[in-house]
């Protein structure tokens, strides 16, 4: 049996079993994940079953995307005080309590988003207390492999989530879907077998940022779809609020001495352009041009991600052998140039062999799995050591928040926005969609180049 690592807070009185533990949680996380991506292929179903428009169906991905984010703040939060264990199953009751609503509200678009934030307030317990549960039981030894396996999950699940959302899709009635997440009361027991009843200390939840947070989101989000002055005083309104809390409330979850940092800033802003042009293109726009354009099943469409995200898998693997020949500043721009150049190939050969497109797709997916560690490396550059935890935890959500935006506006895009560069047609339509998403990822790599640029100290190796 695996050698066991004790830990200074409090536990049942047996030692916990690290080896079958880890792959417990390991398997929840990668169950969670497929969970979520399998809702993110299926919006082009769902724009037909309820005669809505892409914008309208957006909001079942976006608002789940970024409860699942403020979620992990929570649940980060709450493990301090609550086990890891007790967490997880409340999480799991939250998933299935939320899928069996969708399954029986199906007719009901409205109700399905409300099902699956209620879903998605379970689903963030998953990655987030798996990190934490390696970090507090695993030898630092070997936290990193365990670490590792986060990262491949993450693409395993992204395959088999994108390949359960298009088969179930086409082949099955579409809400069959939320029946797959009840599967998750299966480990419940092991849970209950192998992790420990933790005690510790209430820690404060700074619940009102977070809420502040989440406004400031939906906000753009709203304004995003509509472009509603009165939505645009709304978000601007609120982010002072929230600017004006964290400069007084000292135990906030992020402090206005962050917003100081101007590197951190710039870096932010960029991740939340470019993160959200992911969204935009991979997850939102491809699968609706090939629907629409190449008139392909959703079954075929989830096919076209499997060599992407065993690419962007193997990218990731060889992370640290990229970094010992590229430094952050390096790494990120050939990342942004390569997810520039696959967006604007894309809307100027719309109509080529789909085969094209797949290529595109796997070269984006790369370059965004290459970009991760370097990006988040040059934002901590100036960032003291004692904030950097706080720091990278907040990089995620915003993270999210991106990845949430993207699907909004490139929706609003889809939904139609005449730029009048192409002809007036199917193909022109999603060559100018595409073309509006590459301006906002051009704008991450300006920024990136002409201001971020003069800010970074050193260049040194995002390996370091």
């Not at 206005?256 to 101007?262: A, G, L, Q, T």
């Not at 730029?419 to 007036?424: C, D, E, H, N, V």
Request: aromatic content about 14%; proline content about 2%.
């Amino acid at each position: 049996m695996e050698a066991q690592f004790s830990t200074s807070k409090q536990t049942s009185a047996r030692e916990v079993q690290i080896g079958k533990a880890v792959p417990v949680i390991l398997l929840l996380m990668i169950f969670s994940l497929v969970i979520d991506n399998s809702f993110k292929i299926i919006s082009p179903k769902l724009v037909g079953y309820f005669h809505v428009s892409a914008s309208t169906v957006a909001w079942q991905v976006t608002l789940a995307g970024l409860v699942i984010g403020m979620g992990a703040v929570v649940y980060a939060s709450l493990s301090d005080s609550i086990s890891i264990r007790t967490l997880l199953i409340f999480g799991i009751f939250l998933i299935s309590i939320g899928s069996f609503l969708g399954y029986v509200v199906h007719h009901n678009y409205w109700l399905v988003v409300f099902s699956r934030v209620i879903q998605a307030a379970g689903l963030g317990a998953t990655e987030t207390l798996y990190l934490i549960f390696v970090a507090r039981y695993v030898t630092p030894a070997k936290q990193k492999k365990y670490y590792g396996f986060s990262t491949a999950s993450f693409q395993i699940a992204t395959v088999i989530g994108t390949l359960t959302g298009g088969f179930i899709t086409t082949h099955l009635a579409w809400q069959s879907l939320f029946l797959v997440p009840l599967l998750s009361l299966f480990f419940i027991p092991f849970l209950l077998k192998y992790l420990p009843e933790e005690s510790g200390e209430k820690k404060y939840i700074d619940a009102l940022g977070i809420i502040l947070v989440a406004t400031v989101a939906v906000t753009a989000m709203i304004y995003l779809t509509n472009f509603s002055w009165l939505v645009l005083r709304g978000f601007i309104f609120s982010t002072a609020v929230f600017l004006l809390y964290i400069s007084h409330k000292k135990n906030a979850f992020i402090t206005i001495d962050f917003f100081k940092n101007k590197l951190f800033v710039l870096t932010l802003l960029s991740a939340l352009l470019i993160y959200s042009t992911q969204a935009a293109f991979t997850l939102n726009t491809f699968s609706f041009l090939l629907t629409t354009v190449y008139h392909m099943q959703l079954d075929s469409v989830s096919l076209m991600f499997i060599p992407a995200c065993l690419a962007a898998a193997l990218v990731g693997s060889l992370s640290g052998q990229i970094a010992s020949k590229l430094d952050s500043f390096q790494a990120v721009l050939v990342s942004m140039l390569a997810i520039v150049l696959s967006i604007l190939l894309a809307a100027f050969l719309m109509g080529a062999s789909v085969f094209i497109f797949a290529g595109l797709l796997i070269l984006s997916s790369c370059a965004f799995a290459m970009m991760y560690a370097p990006l988040m490396h040059t934002g901590l550059e100036r960032m003291p050591e004692a904030n950097k935890g706080t720091a990278i935890g907040f990089y995620n959500l915003c993270i999210n928040i991106a990845m949430s935006v993207g699907f909004t506006y490139s929706s609003r895009f889809i939904d139609g926005v005449n730029l009048s560069l192409f002809p007036s047609t199917v193909e022109g339509h999603y060559s100018e969609v595409l073309l509006m998403i590459s301006f906002v990822a051009l704008s991450a790599l300006a920024l990136f180049i002409f201001l971020i640029r003069g800010q970074i100290p050193n260049k040194k190796s995002f390996s370091d």
